[in-house]
């Protein structure tokens, strides 16, 4: 058992002249004077991005924004050159693990189509050691590509028919060490307990789970050891405890997810004396307001167990993250396959003790640069009438081949489909989590155009890219809304579930996604300058129908009691994203997935997307 020292360095001096800096070789039998170096890389929240960003699509993450980066093939020629380097330097006592913390589908037309089948094909080309389940990974429910959860006219009637197929693909693991069947949990006596899907809380107080008894899905494991340089390193999964409220319930509502801090302290138990280090990857992660992913770790350090945990690699808030918690290094790295991170623990194995560390997160992957934020670890040649090449640990990255032929051969596949015009962008067309935009004013309105309801809601964590000035393709509008979520009419909405679903969406601050919505103005007042997350202060001041007819108004009082027939999504509908106010209003039908059903109309009328807001969503309040 080690006992732990993590050291910020600041210019990255010590060990770190060891691992990437010297150009001499070095004897490996000598390099590291009785110590190992064990390199975690980490990706999370890939969401399809098999393929190279375009050169356009820059990111408020880059440093050298318009250039051509990430993808499967390239990354897969960055871990090459990092396990090669390390190898040649240090022979067997440095080693690599890599990991993912979840959601690597959903996102993509040419992931979706084959039901992940494609990313999980260019990973074990890559050579993960084990990936997390996220949320998102649920998504796709039975085999089918245009269906996400089971009906009457299924030919799979298997809620996680896609899932389990990807599952047996796999050369590496699944790990969810936090996901149990509802069926299996019992109490100290053994009998059924029945739980709510967040956190496996027994519906019954009195209730005390037997946690020995409890089972996770055959495709499910807690967690993987694996020997690298003489150390045993356990990589324990989690994932997140909100899953059956942020994927299609129907697919999830046999599973429960345990608390995520409870769950980790178990396995950690299970495994003392089996493993010498501990790596969480666990789906869940910080932002730049709100920290769950710290909170976790410290609660995790601070449960008196002796050096419980060593380095965390993180995921579903799609934020770059480097954080230092509690001694721990917690890295995320952004979202959508441009992106990576990496932690070194440099371990002396006489004294048993991690003696320095460092992290990267969100090094953008470019074929022909490096970002500054990871010049310590990535050198570039050429260049002044040269073609530039590219060094990871002195070796040149070069990319897969095999995964290029892959995407090529899928890319053929799905031409006749991604390259049908919708319509044209008079502009970029842009989305917002929190505030209205136009992008969520485009699709609304064209939702309630089709459904012919009094409004229309999505929720703005279904739009999920911005859609480029120019022609608009089955593709672009596949990128923003990549979900097989039907479209559905609700009625008869009363005005309280009404105003009720509306306050919900103005508290937004970005802990979830906000309503953009169709066939209303709404003014309200919110704060997010003061609150991080939520503000469940912010009220809403006047609420009117696109003809002036008064819905609500806090200053008179006036409350209508009309009732209101509203086109949503069955993910809303069902209580997705914790928007439950539409639980109450039945479902009277069923159009159909909602950008499909936007694709047949915009196939026969193409639509001129408009880069400009309309103030149907004014917030009176500070910004």
Request: aromatic share 6%.
């Amino acid at each position: 058992m080690f006992s732990r020292r993590f050291v910020v360095l600041a210019s990255f001096l010590n060990i770190f002249v060891l691992i990437s800096m010297g150009a001499s070789k070095c004897d490996p039998s000598q390099s590291l004077e009785g110590s190992r170096v064990i390199t975690i890389l980490g990706t999370n929240d890939i969401h399809g991005g098999v393929e190279p960003a375009a050169k356009e699509d820059e990111n408020e993450n880059d440093d050298i924004p318009g250039k051509q980066k990430g993808g499967m093939a390239i990354f897969g020629g960055i871990v090459n050159a990092i396990k090669q380097g390390l190898k040649n330097k240090y022979g067997d006592q440095a080693g690599v693990l890599l990991v993912d913390a979840g959601d690597q589908f959903q996102g993509t037309l040419i992931s979706n189509i084959n039901e992940g089948q494609l990313v999980f094909q260019a990973m074990n080309e890559i050579g993960y050691d084990a990936v997390v389940t996220g949320n998102h990974d649920f998504d796709f429910g039975p085999l089918g590509w245009l269906e996400d959860q089971v009906t009457p006219d299924s030919k799979d009637k298997n809620p996680r028919g896609a899932l389990e197929r990807v599952a047996a693909q796999a050369s590496f693991p699944l790990l969810s060490g936090n996901t149990f069947l509802k069926n299996s949990i019992r109490d100290l006596k053994g009998n059924s307990v029945e739980v709510a899907g967040f956190g496996c809380k027994p519906l019954d107080d009195h209730a005390v789970i037997d946690w020995s008894k409890a089972r996770r899905p055959d495709i499910l494991h807690a967690y993987k050891i694996k020997t690298v340089s003489d150390l045993r390193v356990a990589m324990i999964g989690l994932d997140n405890m909100s899953t059956p409220s942020t994927t299609t319930a129907a697919n999830v509502s046999d599973l429960c997810f345990r608390d995520e801090v409870e769950s980790y302290l178990q396995i950690r138990d299970e495994l003392e004396g089996k493993a010498d280090l501990f790596v969480l990857v666990i789906h869940n992660g910080n932002t730049n307001k709100t920290f769950e992913i710290s909170n976790i770790v410290r609660k995790i350090v601070k449960s008196g167990k002796n050096r419980v945990l060593d380095a965390v690699v993180s995921g579903h808030t799609h934020f770059v993250r480097n954080d230092v918690v509690e001694g721990i290094p917690v890295i995320q790295s952004g979202s959508g396959g441009t992106k990576f991170g990496r932690i070194d623990l440099v371990v002396d194995v006489k004294a048993q003790k991690i003696t320095d560390s460092h992290a990267w997160a969100g090094v953008v992957m470019h074929f022909d640069d490096c970002v500054e934020s990871a010049k310590d670890i990535c050198k570039v040649q050429g260049g002044h009438g040269e073609p530039k090449k590219v060094f990871y640990e002195d070796v040149e990255v070069a990319p897969l081949e095999s995964i290029a032929k892959l995407i090529e051969s899928e890319r053929k596949n799905i031409a006749s489909i991604a390259e049908r015009k919708l319509g044209i962008a008079v502009g970029d067309i842009k989305g917002n989590r929190v505030d209205e935009s136009a992008l969520g004013d485009s699709l609304s309105d064209l939702f309630r155009e089709l459904s012919s309801a009094d409004i229309a809601f999505l929720n703005t964590g279904g739009l999920r890219a911005p859609i480029k000035k120019g022609d608009v393709l089955y593709e672009d509008l596949f990128k923003v809304l990549p979900f097989a979520n039907q479209g559905v009419i609700l009625s008869p909405m009363t005005t309280k579930s009404l105003l009720a679903i509306l306050k919900r969406s103005i508290q937004s601050c970005g802990d979830y996604g906000s309503l953009m919505q169709s066939g209303l103005r709404v003014t309200f007042t919110r704060d997010c300058v003061s609150n991080a997350g939520v503000d469940h202060k912010a009220k809403l001041v006047k609420v009117t129908t696109l003809s002036g007819e008064v819905i609500f108004d806090a200053e008179s009082g006036a409350q209508s009691q009309r009732t209101f027939n509203v086109a949503t999504l069955d993910f809303l509908a069902a209580g997705g994203s914790g928007y439950t106010g539409f639980a109450g209003t039945p479902i009277t039908k069923t159009l159909g997935i909602l950008r499909e059903i936007m694709v047949a109309q915009l196939l026969s009328q193409p639509k001129t997307f408009s880069d400009q807001i309309d103030d149907r969503l004014k917030n009176l309040g500070p910004k």
